[in-house]
Nanobody, 118 residues
Framework: VQLQAFGGGLAQAGGFLRLSCATSGSILSINDMGWYRRAPGKERELVGSITRAGSTNYADSVKGRFTIFRVNAKNTMYLEMNSLKPEDTAVYYC?????????????WGQGTLVTVSS
């Protein structure tokens, strides 16, 4: 099982980016999925998460600007980031609680860098 986050890049303050988290491998089901980020010189923090049913929660710093959704049929999760701020600059990671044919656990994707210029 693998996760891959992609879609990062350079955006201007006030701009928009959409990140994707794709999965591959022998997956039976995916429960909670989440986005995290690590800004330069800071600890990794939770951006937000989504249950299989679609319930979401967000960090206060991104509420009203970021939206997480998922397409269960594609085992894929997305992060839409609006009104970007320079402080959103970070490496963004996705994770997922996955039941595969022989293992259940949390998997992480590699990060994708988001840079927001002022």
């Amino acid at each position: 099982v693998q996760l891959q986050a992609f879609g990062g890049g350079l955006a201007q303050a006030g701009g928009f980016l959409r990140l994707s988290c794709a999965t591959s491998g022998s997956i039976l089901s995916i429960n909670d999925m989440g986005w995290y980020r690590r800004a330069p010189g800071k600890e990794r923090e939770l951006v937000g998460s989504i249950t299989r049913a679609g319930s979401t929660n967000y960090a206060d710093s991104v509420k009203g600007r970021f939206t997480i959704f998922r397409v269960n049929a594609k085992n894929t999760m997305y992060l839409e980031m609006n009104s970007l701020k320079p402080e959103d600059t970070a490496v963004y990671y996705c994770n997922a609680d996955i039941q595969s044919y022989d293992y259940k656990g949390v998997y992480w994707g590699q990060g994708t860098l988001v840079t927001v210029s002022s």
